[in-house]
C-alpha cells in the first residue's frame, strides 16, 4: 500500500510532454531564473554528455564552451524550473556516458 501511494505521487510530477534525448545530442535548454523578484527565461545550449532515467529523480548533464572554458550543468528532467527543452541537433556517439 505504501508504494503505491508514493508511486501515484511521483507520476502527478512527471511532464508528459519531455522529448527524447541522447547522448551526444545538441539541446537548448531554457530555465527559469529569478533575480529578486522578477522571473526570467536563461538559455543554455550544449551538447548532451549523460542520461540517468530514473523516473521523477532523472537528469541529465550538459556542456558548453563559454569563453574557452567547458561549462557543464546538470538538469533535473521533470523540474518545475525547466520551461522547455529543444533538440537542435541529434549526435551519434558509441558511448552512453561522455567525458572530457
Known amino acids: 500500500m505504501n508504494t503505491s501511494l508514493l508511486q501515484s505521487v511521483r ?3 512527471l511532464k508528459p510532454n519531455v522529448p527524447k534525448l541522447e547522448s551526444g545530442d ?4 531554457s530555465t527559469k531564473v ?3 523578484n522578477r522571473e526570467r527565461i536563461q ?12 523516473g521523477v529523480e ?4 550538459v556542456r558548453r564552451m563559454t569563453h574557452g ?10 523540474s518545475p524550473r525547466i520551461d522547455k527543452i529543444d533538440v537542435v541537433r541529434h549526435g551519434r556517439v558509441r558511448r552512453a556516458q561522455l567525458y572530457y
Open 58 to 61: 532523472a537528469c541529465f548533464t
Open 26 to 29: 545538441t539541446v537548448r535548454v
Open 11 to 13: 507520476e502527478r510530477h
Open 34 to 36: 529569478v533575480e529578486g
Open 69 to 78: 572554458v567547458g561549462v557543464e550543468r546538470t538538469f533535473l528532467l521533470h
Open 43 to 54: 538559455v543554455f545550449e550544449g551538447v548532451v554528455m549523460r542520461l540517468r532515467k530514473s
